[in-house]
């Protein structure tokens, strides 16, 4: 099976690489650069080509890498992966969120009685669903959250924005800026997508001492660890039927 993983920075896709690197030490191919700069990695397992690319921040920069990429090569599954926003106290710094909903949280209108989604306003889609088995089974073996994922163009800063994002998404368990993007253009190609999100950040008033982005990198790089048997084996279950 072939998989395009795509973050948003550099340092996130060095950690994707990192844990879907099979040996200490070894020889890895230099990235490549796509067409529009992007650069791509490839890690090879048994059973598993992953490619891994560097998308650019926001959900608009994500959906042009990702429609770029997936213009170039046949791939089996989308992964959003990378750093966000937990949602306390079901997602606490240094863990795992996978995504069993990507949500374009702030796409949409503010109106005299509250926000409109876009699918509400009749203008496509918010939500994008990941394979529940695929998403319970990458759960279950990085020791994640399964939880809806929002995707954000503005990251929240704020008591009062964390508490209006509560209310209109109870069970979501971290926010990030770029699943939706990926996940509209993987649909865009008929694709399935899943997102995966270390925490290194409490969603709510901004406070950059309290990040802990190394920490949330060592977990990405251990959730890919865990996370590249389960696509082998999704992968071939998918083949098979």
């Known amino acids: 099976m072939r998989a395009l993983i795509v973050t948003a920075v550099a340092a996130e896709a060095d950690s994707v690489a990192a844990g879907l690197t099979p040996h200490a030490d070894p020889v890895t191919p230099e990235p490549r650069a796509l067409a529009g700069r992007y650069l791509l990695s490839r890690r090879d397992l048994p059973g598993l080509a992953a490619d891994v690319l560097v998308g650019g921040v926001g959900p608009a920069a994500a959906a042009a890498a990702t429609a770029t990429a997936l213009a170039l ?14 949602i306390l106290p079901a997602a606490p710094v240094g863990s795992l969120v996978v995504a ?37 089974r990458a759960a279950e073996a990085t020791g994640a959250l399964l939880a809806p994922v929002l995707t954000v163009s503005t990251v929240t800063g ?83 039927s």
């Open 73 to 86: 090569a046949d791939y089996s599954l989308v992964v959003s992966a990378g750093i966000g926003g937990g």
């Open 100 to 136: 069993d909903a990507v949500v374009a949280a702030d796409l949409g209108a503010e109106t005299p009685d509250g926000f409109l989604d876009v699918q509400q306003l009749g203008f496509g889609h918010s939500v994008h669903l990941p394979p529940a088995e695929l998403a319970a």
């Open 158 to 240: 704020t008591a009062e924005r964390a508490a209006l994002l509560a209310a209109r998404h109870p069970l979501a368990g971290a926010e990030a800026m770029e699943g939706f993007g990926v996940a509209e253009a993987a649909a865009a190609h008929g694709l399935p997508v899943l997102e995966i999100r270390a925490v290194s950040n409490a969603v709510g008033p901004r406070d950059r001492d309290a990040w802990r982005i190394g920490d949330a990198l060592a977990a990405l790089t251990a959730g890919f660890r865990a996370l590249g048997p389960v696509l082998v084996h999704w992968g071939e279950h998918r083949h098979e």
